[in-house]
């Protein structure tokens, strides 16, 4: 019985998830793989270092993955980081969840923000920002969404939000990945489906699905998934 046990745990895929931008790893607490074909191991942002290219930091990220051949699923910002991490770690299989693969996969706006350079002078407090629309007469269903977030917010350090602001908009992808799924919300307001090419399209999905779609991702990613 123990020979068959050991047999089991030596087969199964480990697969590391990189929460969004800011996010906390708990966004993925309610998503299930089956233990038997795999392990999952959450990642959480470091605080990046003064000036630091997102290849370094995507370097000292890969650090935390101790495994071999391993499938990255990456959301919103994290998907691109995951994207750089490949660079430096073993792996079987890329998956984004609410993310660009490309520069040219950023709306239109990002790239007028990443042009201008206006975002530089922008306050990035993000949860007084937060705070600060909640009073606004917005919508149930907004504020509903913006308690979502906060509860799911980690990092609130404004060297690591300008840091992260400035990585997406200046991003320019030169990886080629064979072994790619893309899984993008035909609602994401952050990355809309418009721009996006290649990819799983989920009907109704927001940017914030990994939390209100989960049941959605248990359902299909143990057969996206390859193990």
Not at 150 to 164: E, I
Not at 172 to 191: A, C, M, P, R
Request: a positive charge; hydrophobic letters at 40%.
């Amino acid at each position: 019985m123990s020979v068959r046990i050991a047999e089991v745990r030596f087969m199964r895929t480990h697969v590391y998830l990189m929460p969004g931008m800011a996010a906390s790893p708990r966004t993925f607490e309610r998503i299930k793989l089956p233990e038997a074909h795999f392990e999952m191991h959450w990642l959480s942002w470091k605080l990046p270092k003064i000036d630091e290219s997102l290849v370094d930091y995507a370097k000292r990220m890969a650090e935390d993955i101790i495994h071999e051949n391993v499938i990255l699923i990456g959301v919103s910002f994290g998907g691109i980081l995951v994207q750089e991490m490949q660079n430096f770690v073993k792996t079987k299989q890329i998956v984004l969840i609410s993310s660009v693969k490309s520069h040219s996969e950023l709306p239109k706006r990002m790239h007028v923000a990443q042009e201008t350079g206006l975002y530089k002078i922008l306050p990035t407090g993000l949860l007084n920002y937060l705070d600060q629309i909640e009073r606004l007469p917005v919508g149930d269903s907004i504020r509903k969404r913006i308690e979502l977030y906060k509860n799911y917010m980690v990092m609130n350090d404004k060297l690591y939000l300008d840091w992260a602001i400035d990585k997406v908009l200046n991003w320019k992808n030169t990886n080629s990945t064979e072994n790619l799924i893309h899984i993008q919300g035909d609602e994401d307001v952050v990355f809309p489906i418009k721009n996006i090419s290649d990819c799983i399209t989920i009907k109704g999905g927001t940017h914030l699905m990994i939390l209100n779609r989960f049941r959605w991702f248990n359902e299909h990613l143990p057969q996206l998934l390859k193990h």
